[in-house]
T-cell receptor, first 113, second 115 residues
Framework: NAGVTQTPKFQVLKTGQSMTLQCAQD?????MSWYRQDPGMGLRLIHY???????DQGEVPNGYNVSRSTTEDFPLRLLSAAPSQTSVYFC????????????FGEGSWLTVV | AQSVTQPDIHITVSEGASLELRCNYS??????LFWYVQSPGQGLQLLLK??????LVQGIKGFEAEFKRSQSSFNLRKPSVHWSDAAEYFC?????????????FGQGTTLQVKP
């Protein structure tokens, strides 16, 4: 079972460059989300989606765009990378109701220089 | 405001000793509560969750947690720690009446296990 797959695992960007973090899940989960993890701050929600064609902002959305054209994929775009976006990014998915388990990908380590 | 507080940033215990990691939450609706564990360089793995019923929940790897509504707490416990339990632990709250499933995470507690 692939579960939640994130690519790339590691990336170094220059300030101002753009890139897309890919996330795919093969569990037919309706709910997908992106978190960033920074030391001492736990995980913070960037954007989330409750189904194809529906996205919404989380706690820290600035500087990031998302789209959900299919159930399986939920890419996160950095339009103009900034050093403050250096972080570890986690994609997650969940089936249906809020009490169900959220499954996380293995993370993408992004450094912006 | 919704929040989760893990008061202990770093805890060190001896192998075989008991463990309790603290978690306090603030959430307007009926909370769903979770504990996740993260090993270095890895993603998050669910240890256990609570959203109704018995307030003492059992999880994987011998962990348990107790929901105390009066104290707004959901502390994680293990009677005997193993060296492989060294990791970072996150408490999270979410769910309830909302179907968005957004999780609010605590800052995390790093567990070190002494031989």
């Amino acid at each position: 079972n692939a579960g939640v797959t994130q690519t790339p695992k590691f990336q170094v960007l220059k300030t101002g460059q753009s890139m897309t973090l890919q996330c795919a899940q093969d569990m037919n989960h309706e709910y997908m989300s992106w978190y960033r993890q920074d030391p001492g701050m736990g995980l913070r929600l960037i954007h989330y989606s409750v189904g194809a064609g529906i996205t919404d902002q989380g706690e820290v959305p600035n500087g990031y765009n998302v789209s959900r054209s299919t159930t399986e994929d939920f890419p996160l775009r950095l339009l103009s990378a900034a050093p403050s976006q250096t972080s570890v990014y986690f994609c997650a998915s969940r089936r249906g109701a809020s009490g169900n388990t959220i499954y996380f990908g293995e993370g993408s380590w992004l450094t912006v220089v | 405001a919704q929040s989760v507080t893990q008061p202990d940033i770093h805890i060190t215990v001896s192998e075989g000793a008991s463990l309790e990691l603290r978690c306090n939450y603030s959430y307007g609706a009926t909370p769903y509560l979770f504990w996740y564990v993260q090993s270095p360089g890895q993603g998050l793995q669910l240890l256990l969750k609570y959203f109704s019923g018995d307030t003492l929940v059992q999880g994987i790897k011998g962990f348990e947690a107790e929901f105390k509504r009066s104290q707004s707490s959901f502390n994680l416990r293990k009677p005997s720690v193993h060296w492989s339990d060294a990791a970072e632990y996150f408490c999270a709250v979410g769910g309830g009446s909302s179907n968005t499933g957004k999780l609010i995470f605590g800052q995390g507690t790093t567990l070190q296990v002494k031989p």
